[in-house]
Structure formats: structure tokens, C-alpha cells
């Protein structure tokens, strides 16, 4: 299973680590994070940044089994870039699966990969999704075909996990939960604008997300 991780500066780090950390245990992976130009990228907060192994020119769509591409408000500028949408486009048409998590799902949909289709994003953009053909759901993971939304941030190993049984069957996609330690007991049932206090959800709303 070939794996690319669409990287950018301005990324949201959990968007691209979580999903990493589950699908580089698939066995028999190669994954590579890959961007427009090559080299780091710095995370949404300044204080990390991921490698880009490759650049876009550089990655055959034919050599990508499995696309991933995360959100953070980097993303923003790749709405309008041809350049980066024509690359998801031509990989998406010969990718087993096409992936996104937050407001990843923001750059396939104005690819037009979303045309159509149900799909999910973090809970604060949920509405933009429909500029871009697609039919918003309030949904942890959502899979129509081979494209796999996922909603904010931590929902990408969610999602990773969802994925990782469909390509390698549900035991191997446990032991992978297992070996991650991945068994949520948060300290507070905030995690979504339904269930947290309204003065939470407008001051989380206030910050940009």
C-alpha cells in the first residue's frame, strides 16, 4: 500500500500524525509525506514541522494507492491553486482510496472529487462543503466509494482505523487500535458542539478553528 500524505505549511499537526501513526503500521506500507515544493513544513503552531519527502511533480498518480490530505488553515490557499488540484484530481483517478481529515475535505471537494457525495469536515465549516458539490453530514467518518471523509482533527484515526480494516481486515485494524494505546476516556464530553456548553462551542468558534 503506497501512502501520500498531502503536506502544507500552516497544517494542523494531528490531521497528518494521527492517520500516520495507523496507517504507517499497515503491513507492507511505504508512506511519504509529499507537498508542492520539498522540505519542512511548519505546523499550524510554529513549533513543529513535518518533511516532505517529494514534491507533487515528483509523485506519479499511478504510484499512490492511498491519498491523504488533512486540513489547517494552510489549506486555504490550495482552493485555488490549479496546480495542486489538478495533482489530486489525477491521483484520485487511479487511487484505491482518496482520504481527508478536518478541512482536508475542502481541497477534494474543489478538486470535484466531492460532487455528490456525502462527506464530513471539522463541525465549524461543515456548511462549506456544499459550495463544492457535496452533501454536508455531521459524521465521525463518512465513506461513499473509495473516498473517506473524516470531521476535525482527532476523527483521522478514526478514520485511519476505518480504513486500515476495509484494506487489511478488521483484526489487523485492532491489533494496529491496540499497539497505539488508542482508548479515549477524555476528561470532558465537549468534543462536540452538541454535547459542549453553548458559551464553548462560540468561543471555540471565535478563535477561527
Known sequence: ????????????????VG????LSRLPGARLEFVAKEPGLKATDSGALSLHAQRSLAEVEPGDVDLLLVPGGEGNRPMLDDEEVLDWVRQVHSTSEWTTSVCTGSLVLGAAGVLDGLRATTHWAFIDALS???ARPVSERVVIEGKVVTAAGVSAGIDMALTVAAEIAGPDVAQAIQLGIEYDPQPPF????????????????RGQGS
Not at 500500500?1 to 497528518?16: E, G, H, Q, S, V
Not at 492517520?19 to 495507523?22: A, G, L, Q, R
Request: proline letters at 10%.
Open 19 to 22: 492517520p500516520y501513526e495507523v
Open 1 to 16: 500500500m503506497r501512502i501520500a500524505i498531502l503536506i502544507f505549511d500552516k497544517l494542523t499537526a494531528l490531521d497528518a
Open 189 to 204: 464530553d465537549a468534543g462536540s458542539p452538541q454535547k459542549a456548553p453553548p458559551e464553548i462551542v462560540e468561543f471555540v
Open 131 to 133: 459550495r463544492f458539490g
